[in-house]
């Protein structure tokens, strides 16, 4: 985790995340990669932003895409499940990229990571995470470059894509 002040941080690069399976995973190992971030559920808006994540990780993950998805359940109790639970879940609608525990993203008891990715990526309307499938996309430097509302799909997130697949 970065310093007590997470939105000092530098980059993502500098925290640390618990996987699905309980393992603890420096961000440091998407170095040179493109990220997107998202909080993710297994109710609401999940069918869809479910298939597109996983077409996106089929077309983009051999070209430098890493998709980091982080369960939270802060809205309307959409993620009530157990770490497995959630993963068998995900695994069955083809969610082959990293998953990890489940998390808060607003309040005092928000994770460090979404401090600094709010913190750097501004909301429209503040710097709240609005619902589930709230997307960030950070470059190979692990810097925050853009922010998406939970309505975007993540297909039409893909020339932002390709453009820092580029750079």
Not at 21 to 35: A, H, N, R
């Amino acid at each position: 985790m970065a310093a007590s002040d997470p939105t000092k941080a530098s980059s993502i690069f500098e925290f640390q995340a618990k996987s699905i399976d309980g393992e603890d995973i420096s961000l440091s190992k998407y170095k040179g990669f493109v990220t997107l971030i998202v909080n993710v559920a297994s109710k609401g808006l999940t069918e869809l932003n479910y298939a597109q994540l996983a077409d996106l990780h089929t077309k983009y993950a051999e070209k430098g895409l890493r998709i980091l998805a982080f369960p939270c359940n802060q809205f309307g109790n959409q993620e009530p499940g157990t770490d497995l639970e959630i993963k068998a879940f995900a695994l069955a609608r083809g969610a082959h990229y990293d998953l990890f525990s489940k998390i808060d993203v607003n309040g005092d008891k928000a994770d460090p990571l979404y401090k600094y990715l709010k913190s750097k990526q501004k909301g429209i309307l503040g710097n709240k995470i609005k619902w589930n499938f709230s997307k960030f996309i950070c470059d190979k430097n692990g810097i925050p470059v853009k922010r998406y509302a939970p309505t975007t799909e993540p297909l039409s997130l893909v020339p932002d894509i390709e453009k820092y697949l580029c750079q």
